[in-house]
């Protein structure tokens, strides 16, 4: 029997009974959502969706039990939300007693590091310097820097295998195959790089001069430099044993130890690089019918130099130590 109606109470009602008809409410309406008697269903709500009393009460408890299964399933789920938070807490809680602990060791080593780096540090921020005070240490003319000319050939055993050395070993291209060289423990082998076989000392100029839209490294860099590898301690430009211009047909860039400083100056598809090695002098210029100073830098170098070239990108680039006339 259906006990309670979606209509206004009466005494009917409260009792069971059809207000109308005075029957028992056996029957619910899903059409009006409302507890009806039979001749109600023939009546007045004759043709709508309807139900035994029973039945929708069965429904109704199998409703509510659902939706008591998914509150007892949201009140668990906070619980242990709860529970993870108050644990991610004593964590958190935890690990800064243990940083609180180790501050002075912390501190410790980081001093020492410093006192490690100190070195390096101090030679980046000489490089890092594109006018150093030792410029009137640098010829003035191009007249006066051919004084110093140095005619520089590629080291063959050195050139990565997608590089092809011509012109007498002067001029190097990008190729996208690899060639067959014999194995040698100079050569590059990730890096598209090559070094000269001059080492160099003492005051030295030349010239590179570059083709392609984009991606020549002019570098300089120690014969002790890494060669075997994908890591920057074999990239010109990117550890402390070699120093490098970027350059292509709207930027130059100049890198050392992993640093790089946007350069400005005109474009130029020849650039000059000087060296002083004893005053510790390296200088780009871009090189037409006037020499403009790129970037200088003041370092101490604690080795013998070698000219270097890195070919990045694309596939045709080429560059060529140019010969003095």
Known sequence: ICT???????????????????????????TDQQCICFLCSVDEHRGHDTVSATTKRAQAEKELERR?????????????????????????????KEAVGQSDKNFSSLIRLVEDRKGDIEIVLNDGVANSSVEDSCPETRKDFLKYYRDITLDLN???????????????????K??????????????????????????????VEWSGEEGVYIAVAYKSIKRQGSSTECLFGYNDKSWALYCDKS????WFSGISCPVSGPRSTKIGVYLDHAAGVLAFYSVSQTMTLLHKVQTRFT?????????????????AFCRHK
């Open 158 to 176: 050195t050139a990565n295998t997608q590089l092809v050395l011509s012109d007498f070993n002067k001029r190097v291209m990008l190729i996208s």
């Open 4 to 30: 309670g109606t979606l209509s206004a109470p009466s005494q009917n009602l409260q009792e069971g009974l059809c207000p109308k008809h005075n029957e028992v409410l056996k029957m619910f309406c899903q």
């Open 68 to 96: 008591q299964q998914t509150i007892l399933q949201i009140i668990n789920s906070k619980n242990k939300d709860k529970e993870a938070l108050q644990q991610d807490e004593m964590a958190v809680s935890a690990a800064a």
């Open 303 to 319: 080795q013998p130099l070698h000219a270097g070239l890195w070919l990045y990108y694309p596939i045709g680039i080429t560059a």
């Open 178 to 207: 690899h060639i067959e060289y014999p194995h040698h423990p100079e050569r590059f082998c990730d890096w598209r790089q090559v070094l000269s076989k001059e080492s160099l000392t003492g005051k030295c100029y030349w010239e």
């Open 251 to 254: 930027n130059y860039v100049f």
